[in-house]
T-cell receptor, first 116, second 113 residues
């Protein structure tokens, strides 16, 4: 079946502009995660959605970052007033958050964001 | 602070040779540890998962070990191939009730012909 897809694959934007990144999780996966991977750094957790529960936003670095998940499927990550330090690869993952499962996260290919 | 440290940061080996990558963690409590392979321009893909009671697990030419007492894990790659060139990321899940994971910064492996 289809894996996690993300769009766009690459995004170049000017400092101060807003950007939207999209994630299509694997069908049937109830959990969805956003991560940021900066050059030379490990993946940094941003936000986690699980079913209809309130999302865990504890990883969002500032109020310029927000995310939503509509209909329990597609998610968009929005960065307002982008800064150069926002340049990174943004990875989305989904998993079957079912009791007894291995909770493996399946990752998308990422969106490479460059803020000039 | 929950941390995962990997070594070496990068490694170059000749095709056909073996190598071992290291992962030390301070995540507590501990639930499981995964090794991921991340090819350039792609998302990470899980290679192995190990729980507290498991000492070793193999997936083809990849063998992972876990010492929960010393909080160390290793990933051994046997008879390396050019396609093994990638970043290998150690990821530890703590028993927090959420699905958040602690990621290492990875080891970048280059297998040269």
């Amino acid at each position: 079946g289809a894996g996690v897809s993300q769009s766009p694959s690459n995004k170049v934007t000017e400092k101060g502009k807003d950007v939207e990144l999209r994630c299509d999780p694997i069908s049937g996966h109830t959990a969805l995660y956003w991560y940021r991977q900066s050059l030379g750094q490990g993946l940094e957790f941003l936000i986690y959605f699980q079913g209809n529960s309130a999302p865990d936003k504890s990883g969002l670095p500032s109020d310029r970052f927000s995310a939503e998940r509509t209909g329990g499927s597609v998610s968009t990550l929005t960065i307002q007033r982008t800064q150069q330090e926002d340049s990174a690869v943004y990875l989305c993952a989904s998993s079957l958050a079912v009791a007894g499962s291995s909770y493996e996260q399946y990752f998308g290919p990422g969106t490479r964001l460059t803020v000039t | 602070k929950n941390q995962v440290e990997q070594s070496p940061q990068s490694l170059i080996i000749l095709e056909g040779k073996n190598c071992t990558l290291q992962c030390n963690y301070t995540v507590s409590p501990f639930s499981n540890l995964r090794w991921y392979k991340q090819d350039t321009g792609r998302g990470p893909v899980s290679l192995t998962i190990m729980t507290f009671s498991e000492n070793t697990k193999s997936n083809g030419r990849y063998t992972a070990t876990l010492d929960a007492d010393t909080k160390q894990s290793s990933l051994h790659i046997t008879a390396s191939q050019l396609s093994d060139s990638a970043s290998y990321i150690c990821v530890v899940r703590g028993d927090t009730g959420f699905q958040k994971l602690v990621f290492g910064t990875g080891t970048r492996l280059l297998v040269s012909p």
